[in-house]
């Protein structure tokens, strides 16, 4: 059974920074692509970046592309999503999602295992 736990969330003000990071468990972490996604009451979710099993595939949101970072440590098995220069519309449940196939990919019906989500709130 893979596990995602995803940490790093919390309240920051606007220009501000954070740091979310995702920790997998249960399948090698060599073997999955990794997303992260965000969604807000009432809308559905959506990209924020994905990063291919190997690490040479990124994708970022066009919204995000200047702010957000995402990178992969396998060693430590977990992918991080660095964000700044956050702004009030950024606030939303973040979420990490895997998939175990080669290529990353935007959309959330791509992942089949999603980690429970970490609740970034940005102030202005």
Not at 59 to 75: E, G, L, P
């Amino acid at each position: 059974q893979v596990q995602l736990v995803e940490s790093g969330g919390g309240l920051v003000q606007a220009g501000g920074s954070l740091r979310l990071s995702c920790v997998a468990s249960g399948r090698p972490f060599t073997w999955a692509a990794m997303g992260w996604f965000r969604q807000v009451p009432g809308k559905e979710r959506e990209i924020v970046a994905a990063i291919s099993r190997s690490g040479d595939s990124i994708v970022v949101a066009d919204a995000m592309k200047d702010r957000f970072t995402i990178s992969r440590d396998n060693a430590k098995n977990t992918v991080y999503l660095q964000m700044n220069n956050l702004n009030p519309g950024d606030t939303a449940v973040y979420y990490c999602a895997a998939r175990y196939l080669p290529d990353r990919d935007t959309l959330p019906s791509k992942y089949d295992y999603w980690g429970q989500g970490t609740q970034v709130t940005v102030s202005s």
